[in-house]
């Protein structure tokens, strides 16, 4: 009973409450977009959280915007996700690329590349990286990936990673990351030192710096960041930097 | 793991840099916790966990040796550790590895005196057991491992027991203080990885650059081109040495890496034996020895 009213009073200002599963939230299925956390009821079209997180609401061209964001570090794939992978194995026409360790491996069509053809094949090995997009991840059916851009038809930034280090973080991160253009951490990181880096939705990151050092130092402070409130970025961060130079 | 991830470690290593920050013979922060029972240990060497108990019945001795007791270290690597261990195959290898190495580390060392587990020649003796259970597989389990054994069986202490009429009684713990065992001396096991920049053949020739790191974690293991493991004690004695296969090692290198092993050791011991003496002061009511009334063995 407790809980019911505590609940009601926040979800005047809904942005930013504690949402565990089975939790009521009164969402009017009109003009929304639903992100990752809910399921609708087949029968009642009620909208029922499935994750234990902070409800975050946010508008976008007219709709509102409901996602639920729960600290986890097992990716399970989503069509239009982007993630890196690694090549673990190569069979005739496909390729099997891993997109986290010891869950089953996804699949990758050698014409999934831009201007692909039967004479035309892709030089990827067992153990290269790629940056890919998922193009369809159903229950029951092996996920799979490919390399093109949809919407030109042209490389848009896919395929293989070269050199460099691959590291992971949790997910939540991992989507923080590469949906914000101007995340603290890498605006501050960039005044540092030059670097490459990719993002992928499985939690995976690609860093290429200048040298060895650097890019050790990167990583170890885009590791350790996950910890940082904004607040201590520009001072965490020097003190890392200091402890490599 | 990725040709990317093998090929930048290597290129660190050239350099002497590891993936964190260390340098190639500097350990992991080691951290140990004992109790609350005696015997309970939890040591954490940079991520790797481990949590060894100790535990002691009495038995009959085995009839060839009736003046010794037993001793027993059982490790099992299973899910919790790591994932990878879920599938029988790979287990099995890094099982018999890891307890041949803490057989030979403790056991063979003679670490701990099993004739002072004996009871009643040939009829009645002490068996201990060690049983290690291991939480986080971050690389190096072995040293891990050995200094979880080695901290458990300085904390761990037996009841006491007295023999009247040619009958043991065993004393509760509450009735009369617990019996530390006999220690003879504390080896630690260090391992450290060999990779090679070079070709096989190179290696092989002599003509190649090895690079030596000591206590890998899970990545840097995963890469490794040959392994070595040392037990030292602080004594400056050399229990035992390991290096099924790999690829060579020049005789100096390895006589350097005795001299780095020796400074971990020293520095390890110190650090075990000040945290078995810490807990033992814990544990120590003044008031209560003072009106402990001093047990006359007969």
Not at chain 2, 67 to 90: C, K, R, T, W, Y
Request: negative net charge.
């Amino acid at each position: 009973m407790r809980k019911k009213t505590l609940c009601s009073f926040l979800y005047a200002d809904m942005t930013e409450s504690l949402i565990v599963p089975g939790d009521r939230l009164d969402i009017k299925p009109e003009n929304i977009i639903l992100g990752p956390g809910f399921y609708v009821d087949l029968k009642t079209d009620e909208i029922i959280p499935t994750n234990a997180g902070i409800l975050e609401v946010s508008r976008k061209q007219n709709k509102t915007v409901y996602v639920i964001d729960s600290k986890s570090k097992t990716y399970i794939p989503k069509t239009n996700d982007f993630v890196i992978g690694i090549i673990t194995g190569t069979f005739g026409e496909l390729y099997k690329v891993g997109l986290s360790e010891f869950t089953q491996a996804a699949q990758m069509s050698i014409y999934a590349f831009p201007n692909a053809s039967k004479k035309n094949r892709p030089h990827l090995k067992v153990g290269d990286v790629i940056y890919a997009r998922v193009l369809s991840a159903e229950r029951d059916i092996e996920v799979e990936l490919e390399c093109i851009d949809p919407t030109t038809g042209k490389e848009g930034g896919f395929g293989q990673l070269e050199d460099g280090y691959l590291f992971t973080v949790n997910l939540a991160y991992a989507r923080y990351l590469l949906f914000n253009e101007n995340a603290e951490i890498l605006t501050e990181l960039v005044k540092k030192c030059k670097f490459e880096l990719a993002v992928g939705c499985n939690g995976r990151i690609w860093i290429k710096a200048e040298t060895i050092k650097t890019t050790i130092a990167c990583v170890k402070i885009i590791e350790e960041s996950q910890n940082w409130s904004k607040q201590d970025i520009p001072k965490k961060l020097k003190g890392v930097w200091a402890a490599f130079n | 793991m990725s040709t990317n991830e093998h090929q930048f470690l290597l290129k660190a290593l050239e350099e002497g840099l590891r993936l964190d920050g260390r340098k190639p013979m500097q350990m992991r922060h080691l951290n140990i916790e004992v109790g609350p029972d005696y015997g309970q240990v939890l040591v954490s060497l940079g991520d790797a966990k481990v949590v060894v108990r100790i535990s002691s019945e009495i038995v009959t001795p085995y009839e060839d040796r009736p003046f010794e007791g037993i001793f027993q270290v059982s490790s099992e690597l299973d899910g919790m550790g790591h994932p990878s261990f879920n599938e029988a195959s790979h287990r099995q290898e890094e099982e018999v590895m890891l307890s041949r190495l803490i057989e030979k580390a403790i056991r063979r060392s003679n670490a701990l005196d099993l004739e002072s587990l004996c009871i009643i020649a040939g009829q009645k003796c002490w068996s201990v057991r060690a049983d290690v259970h291991i939480i986080d597989y971050d690389g190096n389990m072995t040293d891990t491992v050995c200094i979880g054994v080695i901290a458990g069986l300085l904390h761990f202490k037996k009841p006491d027991i007295s023999i009247k009429n040619g009958t043991v009684i065993l004393h509760d713990m509450s009735e009369r203080e617990p019996v530390p065992l006999s220690i003879l001396h504390i080896p630690i096991c260090v391992t450290f990885q060999i990779y090679s920049s070079g070709s096989m053949e190179d290696n092989v020739k002599g003509d190649g650059r090895e690079f030596v790191i000591v206590d890998a974690t899970l990545k840097e293991e995963a890469l490794t081109q040959g392994t070595i493991t040392l037990t030292l004690n602080s004594n400056k004695e050399l229990c035992q040495m390991s290096k099924s296969g790999g690829i060579n090692l020049e005789v100096d290198e390895i006589l350097s890496l005795t001299n780095e092993a020796q400074i971990i050791v020293d520095d390890f011991t110190k650090y075990i034996k000040d945290t078995i003496k810490k807990d033992e002061e814990l544990r120590v009511n003044p008031l209560q020895k003072e009106l402990q009334v001093v047990n006359s063995r007969e």
